[in-house]
């Protein structure tokens, strides 16, 4: 067998310790509330992290000139947003880094960093890309990985869950308008001043000042649609990337509600006990993967527990998730979002938000199956769940998107026999 | 009661309904032109005839943003209809709407489900028109022609670009336009069934709604045959136009009353919103004039071809929408030129423009050589006799070689399609043609001209001095369409528009077709050619884009035509004192007649049509190999995927016991050995599934739930069908995350379509149960993990786990085995073409691209061209294990890379990768292929295949990378 090596790659640049120092890190507008948490995280152990907030046309137009036609619309909107940013003259080229997730799966996600090498090549290879994965990808050029910022990190997708979680459920009801965000405001300061101090460990106070905080905002009485939002992970939380979908939802007198980021991760651990337990993969990494579910798992119960004894609903429990998704799809499916995405649906079917949007990149690999795939064989478990996957894309017009949306609105609506009156626009 | 008004705003049409509770007062039906406000407002002010007050009610596409800035009530027309439906046809099952721009289903029984069209997918008004357009007969005419139709041609409807490339060549071929007027209507039904269905059976009494639908009798046809209705279960209702609106109307009830006069005010009112503008093309008179100056200097010189005398040599370009001719002297002045619209009759063209030549040249001139070149050549050589045939592409660059001999760029827009060449040391480079699926080429414009009820001409002189051009984005035609929708919607003016398509198309061309990330890339010497570019304001736009002055010759639509004269001119023998062309005596005799018949050579039976001339020679097109043509048949053609897929087909030999089914598709492409092997040794007899072809993909359609994965998943739905139908036992398709672990890749993943496909078969077709669908998860790496699941997952037959190990063991070695015997015939090939001076051609893809419905016999028509062909995982062991810049974790996409590198350091062997539309993984490898391919100086050819069956532009892509290898040769030696 032919063993020599040939190297076509290409000079790039590397994220060194010693740039924490000297260099800006920017990171993508995906989840707006969580970001914001993890620009504590990194920001305690010396990385200086900027979240990038830029939006409109000349995002996409970047993301147009350096993305392949086929790729994906998340890389696309992420590689347009920083050329974008970068070419705004607010950061000095040669002292700022990119940083992005790479989990490694099979799907093309986990290539967005060759992606945004290539993009920055063309006019910025000066600036180096960071990858923050835990699967041991990039080695030379990831965020050094530690007990402690794993542990940081888990605290905050958890608060940056139950932050979410609370907001969008207040949101729509708020007596006084701003109400809800003001509160998140206050509730993202006391987090983040937490991770600046090392503190956020305080895992029972944290949450349950977050709770307080929520439950104090004057609401009034009324019923809304529930709107639960499924997805490819960026499309799905970003609002770059879903035209504001929960925008438009509150606009449309709906209340969004949206899967907690942890579980997203839960799915990427347990797909890793998942192949040791199917295909022999068993490794050292294996017990570490272990550990690492129950420790997080538990945190959620814990969580959970606190949200019912607040009187809120809590997050659906993951292994029940688990359980939910054995009846729709194999466990085995774990490209892209995988089951997880079939079994939000039917979480969410159970627990009676049966108006469902699924938001996916146009063309995205792992949907057709998890999505649209799938979407039938829901419809014979749940037959009153109301389903519309949507494409985003940088040229679908919002007009297109939103004309879908409204579609399963109003199909919702007159079924439901909900009378709402929001402007002018009453439906019986 | 009071008087409820519905309004329908669509894309591309007005409907109003007045009710007065059940009693219809008014309705009208109207096209908007894109001047949605002012035909509106007219519409409303007739109906205020019949009404004083109103409680209106709007819907519709462009009616969501005008109720909402007017403050009007609003209902989407899905829910519209809905409610119109339930009252007025409660018996109805299905409703299918067609609308200008929009596809909707609505099931009523059954569990009530509505469903629009994505955001990608044709097969509506929109789609009918373009196809007239580019028929060049109205939809009336179109309508009236399917109806006389005696056969229905395969042609891809998700969107117009697709099928336009699908009709051309039938076009150019001679195909009858009543046959291509009814497989047009075949085609949106399809586009319904696949895209809007996905997988629901449209059974019942069905309800047809929407303009199309009401007023095309063809279409209405076609619906009905091929949902197998009749008078009682296909219902085409008398509102049908109107549906919307009426509806709407029934919506109205609860709206607040308001005299016509306000609602017309409000609508009078609506002011336009944002919309993303550009920089205008000219910023003054000035400019403009200077820009027009500067380009007039590229010209040819004329010579008055009444008292010219000498020799002179003829070119001829027969394009996919256009035909051109030009006739020049030895000191190539234009003696005459000639530039039309085909019509779809190229030929009669052509011979009628070489009859008008020979009176006018008298025998004042000679013509000594003449050559064609274009999608029509081969006809036109064969038809008329020309002496010379050159690839257009060659033509092309010949011709802009003439204007700037420093040329290194050239980029031509015709109607059809962008080319676009590299030209490095006075020999093309690389040569870029646009896919499918990133048109927005010139025939583009002029659709959209004729939608808003002008010419072209007359269209793109609007835009020169658009105040605000808009933005459009650079995509696909689908996608142009609903930006120019949202355009209009937030008022725009036809200007605006104008100038923003023009802007489109230019950007589509340098950033998707070109792919360049800078302008800088294009070069310093840029030629711009094709008919597109005498549209001065697209001209303008590229030049605004690239920040370049760019040459483009006056006659930048004749340069083929000018290119192939040239060649002629060239290339005409000194001892030829007289071209072969059809001479005036023969010209008027001649005459011909086609038909088309399916080929009976072999098993594809390929449709060719026959051309038949007045001297009884014959010209045969369509066929994929000589056979169709009537030629002698290569005896033993050079073909490893021939021998792949005969070698496949052959392997289950075991007859008796429990019959297990196999689809022989995707994954099943290379690990049908294992799985014969296995179930063999187990005692089961193997049954593969029937041969993959159009009519199996049909079989399969309804349950087809993303109408945008790769044409191989979906034919997978036919394979399973056509097992089901046998009767098998079982089907066995397992679910591998993991494909085999060849140790040169970071993972050794399957692509998620091919890994996870059985779950989306199994949820999307009702006949598939636990029972009869064995997919257990499994990864071919670890035999004891395999051995188990397997056991598992065929409990029911108990076998001794011993057996199962034992068949795993005897299938792995037969997947060795035919892996061996893949390399080593590929090795036999290759020595032999050697042997002989062919040059090799690597036709590199997955193991499924091995299916001749799926590679549409490209390896076929490369062995036409005198190649050998072999397939990428019969040299990849050969290639250098590989460090590239992606990250390299699928198994077969990891042998691509490694092929490359064989390629790039084998002298006479050419790479070629076929790629499956929609494979999103490819978007990622099709670069870094390239880039392996071009840093060691070799050339890149991809050809992107999907459902369409066109074999036309391959072959002139196939024909330009042989011409351009031979360049390099000829100046390399």
Not at chain 1, 22 to 28: F, I
Not at chain 2, 55 to 65: E, F, I, W, Y
Not at chain 2, 787 to 807: D, E, N, Q, T
Request: aromatic fraction near 8%; include cysteine.
């Amino acid at each position: 067998m032919n063993e020599h090596i040939s190297d076509f790659t290409d000079d790039y640049p590397k994220f060194t310790p010693a740039m924490k120092k000297t260099h800006t890190v920017l990171v993508p507008a995906m989840l707006p509330i969580h970001f914001r948490l993890f620009k504590h995280v990194l920001g305690r152990r010396g990385y200086r992290v900027e979240p990038l907030e830029n939006e409109g046309r000349q995002v996409i137009d970047e993301g147009l000139k350096h993305v392949h036609n086929d790729a994906c619309f998340p890389a696309l909107c992420v590689i347009g947003q920083y050329l974008d940013a970068l070419k705004s003259g607010k950061y000095d080229p040669d002292r700022t880094a990119v940083l992005i997730t790479q989990s490694g799966g099979g799907c093309r996600a986990s290539n967005y960093v060759p992606l945004i090498r290539k993009a920055l090549k063309a006019e910025f290879p000066q600036v180096p890309v960071l990858s923050f994965n835990f699967s041991g990808l990039e080695k030379g050029s990831g965020v050094e990985m530690s007990l402690g910022l794993i542990r940081s990190s888990a605290f905050a997708i958890l608060y940056g869950d139950l932050a979410m979680t609370c907001y969008y459920r207040v949101k729509p009801y708020e007596r006084d308008e701003g109400a809800a965000d003001a509160c998140l405001e206050s509730c993202l300061a006391r987090l983040c001043a937490a991770f600046d101090a090392g503190k956020e460990g305080a895992f029972r106070s944290l949450c349950r000042s977050t709770l307080k905080a929520f439950s104090a905002v004057p609401v009034r009485e009324e019923e809304k649609l529930k709107v639960g939002v499924v997805g490819e992970i960026y499309v799905k939380y970003s609002p770059l990337g879903n035209a504001h979908l929960a925008d438009f939802l509150l606009s449309e007198g709906c209340e969004p509600v949206f899967p907690p980021l942890c579980d997203f991760v839960l799915y990427c651990i347990v797909n890793n006990l998942n192949d040791a337990k199917f295909y022999g993969k068993r490794g050292k990494s294996t017990l570490l993967y272990r550990v690492a579910y129950r420790y997080f798992y538990g945190k959620q119960r814990a969580l959970n527990r606190m949200i019912r004894r607040a009187g809120g609903a809590p997050l659906h429990d993951f292994e029940d998730l688990r359980a939910l998704a054995d009846r729709v799809i194999h466990q085995g499916v774990k490209m892209g979002e995988g089951w997880l995405i079939p079994a939000e649906m039917a979480a969410f079917a159970e627990t009676g938000t049966e108006n469902i949007v699924c938001a996916q990149p146009f063309g995205c690999l792992p949907n057709h199956i998890v999505g649209k795939g799938a979407i039938r064989v829901l419809k014979e478990h749940y037959p009153n769940v109301n389903i519309v996957p949507v494409d985003f894309d940088p040229s679908a017009s919002k007009v297109n998107q939103e004309n879908r949306i409204k579609l399963m609105l109003g199909a919702a609506r007159s079924s439901s026999q909900i009378l709402f009156r929001q402007g002018q626009n009453k439906i019986s | 009661m009071a008087i409820t008004l519905g309004i329908d705003v669509g894309s591309t049409t007005v409907k109003l309904c007045l009710l007065d509770g059940e009693k219809r007062l008014y309705s009208s039906y109207s096209r908007h032109f894109s001047r949605v406000r002012e035909c509106l407002l007219e519409e409303l002010g007739k109906a205020a005839k019949f009404a004083q007050e109103v409680q209106p009610c709007l819907t519709g596409s462009a009616g969501l943003g005008l109720a909402q800035r007017a403050g009007l009530p609003f209902v989407q027309e899905v829910q519209a209809a809905y409610g119109a439906i339930r009252k007025l046809y409660p018996s109805a099952d299905v409703a299918v709407e067609l609308g200008g721009e929009d596809a909707k289903i609505i099931f009523l029984t059954g569990g009530v489900e509505q469903r629009m069209n994505g955001s990608c997918a044709g097969g509506t008004g929109a789609f009918i028109d373009q196809m007239a357009t580019l028929l060049g007969i109205s939809v009336d005419e179109m309508d009236e022609l399917s109806l006389q139709a005696e056969k229905v041609y395969p042609i891809a409807s998700r969107c117009g670009v697709f099928a336009k490339s699908d009709i051309q060549p039938l076009l150019n071929q001679g195909a009858s336009k009543s046959d291509i007027a009814a497989s047009i209507f075949r085609a949106v039904v399809d586009q319904t069934v696949t895209g809007l269905a996905q997988g629901r059976k449209i059974a019942g009494q069905v309800l047809f709604l929407g303009g199309p639908l009401f007023f095309l009798r063809g279409l209405r046809k076609a619906f009905r045959e091929t949902l197998h209705l009749n008078d009682e279960t296909a219902i085409f209702p008398d509102d049908a136009p109107v549906f919307m609106s009426l509806g709407a109307a029934m919506h109205a009830e609860t709206s607040a009353a308001m005299p016509m006069s306000e609602l017309i005010a409000r609508i009078g009112r609506v002011e336009t919103g944002e919309i993303a503008v550009g920089q205008p093309l000219f910023s003054s008179r000035r400019e403009y004039d200077e820009f027009i100056a500067r380009h007039m200097r590229s010209d040819l010189r004329f010579e008055n071809i009444y008292s010219y005398r000498g020799d002179a040599y003829l070119g001829v370009d027969a394009g996919s929408t256009t035909t051109k001719l030009l006739l020049i002297t030895p000191d190539n002045k234009i003696l005459f030129s000639h530039y039309q619209t085909n019509n779809g009759q190229p030929l009669e063209i052509v011979a009628g423009k070489l009859r008008e030549l020979y009176s006018l040249m008298g025998d004042r001139i000679v013509i000594r050589g003449a050559c064609a070149t274009g999608y029509g050549e081969e006809m036109l050589k064969a038809a008329l006799k020309l002496d010379f045939g050159i690839v257009e592409t060659m033509a092309h660059f010949k011709a802009a070689l003439h204007f700037d001999p420093a040329v290194d760029f050239i980029i031509d827009i015709g109607g059809q399609d962008i080319k676009c060449f590299k030209v490095k040391n006075r020999a093309v480079d690389s040569i870029m043609l646009n896919e499918a699926c990133s048109s927005g080429c010139g025939s583009f414009i002029q659709t959209f001209a004729a939608a808003m009820g002008m010419g072209i001409e007359e269209f793109s002189r609007l835009g020169l001095f658009a105040a605000h051009p808009v933005e459009l984005g650079s995509r696909c035609t689908v996608f142009m369409n609903s930006s120019v929708k949202q355009a209009q919607k937030e008022g725009a003016s036809v200007e605006d528009i104008s100038a923003g398509l023009s802007s489109s198309i230019v950007k589509n061309a340098i950033y998707k077709v070109i792919r360049a990330r800078t302008p800088d890339e294009l070069g310093e010497h840029i030629v711009v050619q094709g008919g597109t570019f005498l549209n001065d304001a697209v001209l303008r736009s590229f030049e605004k884009e690239t920040g370049k002055e760019v040459v483009r010759p006056a006659i930048a639509g004749l340069m083929g035509a000018f290119g192939a004269a040239l060649y002629a001119k060239e290339n005409t023998p000194p001892e030829t004192l007289i071209s072969s062309v059809a001479t005036e005596a023969e010209l008027e005799r001649f005459a011909y007649s086609a038909k088309s018949v399916n080929c009976r050579g072999c098993t594809s039976h390929c449709a060719v049509n026959i051309l038949t001339f007045s001297d009884g020679r014959r010209f045969v097109s369509g066929n994929k190999c000589e056979r169709g043509a009537g030629l002698k048949v290569v005896k033993e053609p050079l073909d490893l995927y021939k021998f792949k897929y005969e070698t496949l087909l052959s392997l289950p030999q075991r007859k008796g016991g429990v019959r297990v089914g196999i689809p022989l598709q995707l994954v099943m492409y290379e690990q049908l050995p294992l799985w014969t092997g296995f179930f063999e040794t187990c005692g089961f007899e193997v049954v593969l599934s029937d041969r993959s072809s159009r009519e199996l993909y049909f079989k399969g359609q309804h349950t087809v739930a993303s109408d945008t994965a790769c044409y191989p998943a979906k034919l997978m739905h036919g394979h399973i069908e056509s097992l089901l139908d046998k009767g098998v036992d079982f089907i066995f398709y397992p679910c591998e995350s993991y494909n085999l672990d060849e140790h040169d890749s970071v993972n050794h993943y399957n692509c998620p379509v091919v890994a996870y496909y059985p779950e989306l078969l199994k949820a999307n077709n009702d006949r598939l149960t636990d029972d009869n669908l064995v997919m257990p998860y499994l990864d071919p790496n670890d035999l004891p993990s395999a051995a188990r699941a397997l056991r598992r997952a065929l409990k029911k037959y108990r076998i001794p786990a011993g057996v199962v190990k034992a068949g795993l063991r005897e299938g792995m070695r037969r997947m060795r085995e035919y892996h061996e015997s893949v390399v080593a015939e590929g090795a036999r090939i290759m020595r032999e073409a050697r042997a002989a001076g062919k040059r090799i051609v690597v036709l590199a893809g997955r193991p499924y691209h091995a299916d001749p419905e799926i590679n549409h016999g490209i390896d076929k028509l490369l062995c036409s061209l005198g190649l050998a062909v072999v397939s990428e995982d019969a040299v990849f062991e050969a290639g250098d294990l590989v460090n590239v810049n992606v990250l390299n974790q699928w198994t077969y996409h990891a042998r691509l890379y490694r092929a490359a590198e064989y390629c790039s350091r084998t002298d006479d062997a050419s790479l070629v990768q076929l790629v499956s539309f929609g494979c999103g993984i490819d978007a990622i490898t099709t670069d870094e292929v390239r880039a392996i391919l071009e840093s060691r100086g070799k050339l890149y050819t991809q050809i992107k295949i999907d459902e369409i069956n066109n074999l036309g532009v391959v072959k002139i892509r196939l024909r330009s990378m042989l011409a351009a290898v031979e360049e390099l040769h000829r100046r390399g030696a």
